[in-house]
């Protein structure tokens, strides 16, 4: 399962907050943040898991962005890579998408995507890369909120105004991804199946499996798991001499009452009428 990486849980009233990686082996396993996430690769490039599509590589000249609670891994690309990573705290966001320049980013923040920088966006990170070096410490932290802040503008301004790269086939992704968790509950009934285990299997947030699941199949992840039961368990009475206890516990229920219950709303029937003989 994914571990939440908090950035703005603490007293400061700051709005951003730019951390810089200069390393080579660079890896941070499956985690979100509570904030959105802007990724600006500067030497070598990054491989990007996230939770709706496959891993894709993120070069120098271009920006990555991934929302809030969005479940992600990162890896560094063979050989030696810089990056900067830009923390936005979502009420900002919220707050300022009326304001000239956010509307359009602000109605794009429930997605993950890549795009390609711009002369002005390369421009502001020169002036970082100029004052960082040239610049006294203590100046150069005084002017970093308002460096953060020309990050950010630019940046929402290429997301709202370039289409994204989107990974070839992601709807086909979804549609396998969805599949072989199908199979994972079909395969797993006596388990403790729910949202956050089934989540945690596939390194999917409880948001994003509910949504993918639902669109598509068309039913929720909890009643196509009671389904599977019902129809598991409509075998097992028919084909077997295994009590009603032995046969809720064998589709992962410890009450035969409650298989009772999603029998008669599956299949409109009781699993005793199921098994009368006619």
């Known amino acids: ?29 499956w985690h979100a943040h509570d904030c959105h996430m802007l990724l600006l690769p500067r030497q070598g490039g990054l491989l990007l898991s996230t939770e709706s599509s496959r891993t894709t590589h993120v070069a120098r000249q271009s920006i990555s962005f991934v929302p809030a609670d969005f479940a992600h891994a990162t890896q560094a690309a063979p050989g030696r890579e810089q990056h900067m990573t830009l923390y936005v705290d979502p009420d900002y966001v919220k707050h300022q998408g009326h304001a000239l320049g956010f509307q359009n980013f602000a109605n794009q923040v429930d997605r993950t995507g890549i ?55 992601e709807s086909r992704q979804q549609a396998l991804l969805v599949r072989d968790i199908q199979r994972y509950v079909r395969e797993n009934l006596d388990a403790d199946l729910n949202i956050e285990s089934i989540g945690h299997q596939f390194h999917l947030s409880r948001r994003h499996l509910t949504r993918i699941f639902k669109a598509e199949t068309n039913e929720t992840l909890l009643d196509f ?17 295994l009590t009603a206890l032995e046969v809720s516990l064998a589709v992962g229920l410890d009450s035969p009452s409650y298989l009772a219950r999603l029998f008669k709303r599956h299949m409109g029937l009781t699993p005793s009428e199921l098994r009368k003989p006619r």
Not at 13 to 24: G, H, K, M, Y
Not at 143 to 154: G, K, M, R
Request: charged share 20%; glycine share 4%; proline share 6%.
């Open 1 to 29: 399962m994914a571990y939440m990486s908090p950035k703005f849980n603490g007293p400061s009233a700051d709005v951003f907050l730019l951390e810089t990686s200069d390393t080579t082996g660079y890896a941070v396993d």
């Open 115 to 169: 795009w390609q920088t711009s002369e002005t966006l390369d421009s502001i990170l020169r002036l970082h890369d100029q004052l960082q070096q040239q610049a006294a410490p203590e100046a150069f932290q005084r002017q970093l909120p308002h460096l953060n802040a020309l990050l950010f503008e630019e940046c929402a301004r290429v997301i709202a105004c370039q289409p994204a790269r989107q990974p070839v086939g």
């Open 225 to 241: 798991t009671n389904r599977t039961r019902v129809d598991t368990a409509a075998a097992l009475l028919c084909g077997t001499s």
